[in-house]
């Protein structure tokens, strides 16, 4: 089941949000968000793991129509607070989605397989309850920053020494998995350490940066494909009544 954020758990990872670090992050990823999702008002989209719903909150403003889950109470209670009747909430597992097949537009999963044993299900119950895109985002692990932080983790209490952190390569890898050879678009951000921040902004729009497989934040987005249809049959036409 992974991780379920208690108080605790919480705590730590609200430290990061709000961190120097963690507030720069938020912003460039939002924006690497809407860029690869490419939204349209009115599709509904189910956020996978919304926590205290900082990213509902984002999907709300763009128009979407928006249903949050997470397996923590804690969480859901926070963003209930701050989204009142804004976003539909539900207490669930990722690995065991409670909606029907095809009922979203679009999922996402943000800070969310980094603290699940079995992210290969949570992938395909994404597919499973989504007709368009799926988007990912994680910390990755082969981020100088992201590094660091599991270093200082073996030693202080830190959200990065609950998280499993992953690659490009090995996301890709879960995804051909999960849903086979569907096309992939993906960035990241904060490439830069924290010290360049001022100069981050203009950096982070260079496309050799937004195509850097080391950014602390990784966003990939799969185009579902769907290889069998229904189609409508005729009725039977009616057999005649045999009599002797």
């Keep these: 089941m992974?991780?379920?954020?208690?108080?605790r758990l919480a705590r730590l990872y609200e430290a990061w949000e709000k961190s120097p670090e963690g507030i720069l992050v938020d912003r460039l990823s939002s924006e690497l968000i809407v860029?690869?999702?490419?939204?349209?008002?009115?599709?509904?989209?189910?956020?996978?793991?919304c926590g205290t719903g900082n990213h509902l909150l984002l999907f709300y403003r763009l128009g979407f129509d928006v249903t949050g889950l997470?397996?923590?109470?804690y969480m859901l209670d926070i963003a209930r607070s701050r989204l009142g009747d804004k976003a539909s909430l539900r207490i669930g597992r990722a690995e065991d989605l409670p909606f029907e097949d095809n009922e979203f537009d679009l999922a996402t999963l943000i800070f969310t397989l980094e603290f699940l044993d079995d992210p290969l299900a949570?992938?395909?119950?994404?597919?499973?309850?989504?007709?368009?895109k799926v988007f990912v985002g994680v910390l990755n692990?082969?981020?100088?920053?992201?590094?660091?932080?599991k270093f200082f983790a073996l030693?202080?209490?830190?959200?990065?020494?609950?998280?499993?952190?992953?690659?490009l390569w090995g996301l890709k890898g879960y995804a051909k998995k999960a849903y086979g050879n569907v096309p992939i678009e993906w960035g990241s951000v904060r490439v830069m350490p924290l010290f360049l921040e001022k100069h981050a902004q203009m950096i982070e729009l260079l496309s050799s940066v937004r195509s850097s497989p080391?950014?602390?934040?990784?966003?990939?987005?799969?185009k579902l494909i769907y290889t069998l249809k229904t189609e409508k049959l005729k009725a039977a036409e009616r057999v005649p009544a045999f009599t002797p």
């Design 70 to 73: 997470d397996a923590s109470p």
């Design 155 to 167: 030693f202080h209490d830190s959200i990065f020494g609950e998280a499993h952190l992953f690659s």
């Design 2 to 7: 992974g991780h379920v954020f208690d108080p």
């Design 35 to 49: 860029r690869l999702l490419r939204p349209g008002k009115g599709e509904r989209i189910l956020d996978i793991g």
């Design 214 to 222: 080391f950014g602390t934040f990784l966003g990939l987005v799969f």
């Design 122 to 132: 949570a992938l395909r119950e994404a597919g499973r309850v989504t007709r368009n």
């Design 141 to 149: 692990s082969l981020s100088a920053g992201c590094m660091c932080k």
